[in-house]
């Protein structure tokens, strides 16, 4: 018996692998997206602004492991946030960055395990003398 695989079969095996690599890699994306979520948010305006948001989150079950920062509309430098947990223990990042319009941070580790999260203080100010403010955004994942 002679086999002489077929050059369509291998294409259609290649195509279905190639396929199936990027469902996977799509799949994965949405998952990872799908755990980010907005805490909450608050504005800044131009001079040291000190701002302090209360999350709506009942503790009832730890969700937060890691934190973002998000700055929308202006400019902005945040100098450190801190975090207030549901055991009323907090944690003090220095970020000390400048955030261009519509941009981001890293994601910073909270200490511990899967903390809940009550409360968010945030120091900084936007980086014009225009009357813009800056909408900042906290994210958790």
Do not use: H
Not at 83 to 104: C, D, H, M, W
Not at 110 to 116: E, N, P, T
Request: charged share 25%; hydrophobic share 40%; glycine share 6%.
């Amino acid at each position: 018996m002679n086999f002489k695989p077929s050059v369509f079969s291998l294409k259609s095996l290649g195509s279905l692998s190639l396929a199936t690599v990027f469902l996977l890699t799509a799949l994965g994306s949405i998952s990872l997206a799908a755990r980010e979520r907005l805490l909450g948010q608050t504005r800044i305006s131009f001079g040291t602004d000190f701002d302090y948001l209360v999350i709506a989150n009942n503790c009832d079950r730890p969700s937060v492991s890691a934190m973002k920062i998000k700055v929308l509309k202006a400019p902005a430098e945040i100098n450190a946030i801190s975090i207030r947990y549901g055991n009323n223990k907090t944690e003090q990042l220095p970020v000390r960055k400048n955030f261009a319009k519509n941009s981001e941070s890293k994601w910073f580790d909270l200490k511990g395990d899967r903390r809940c999260v009550k409360a968010v203080a945030v120091v900084g100010k936007t980086k014009n003398q225009a009357s813009k403010e800056a909408l900042v955004q906290f994210y958790g994942r």
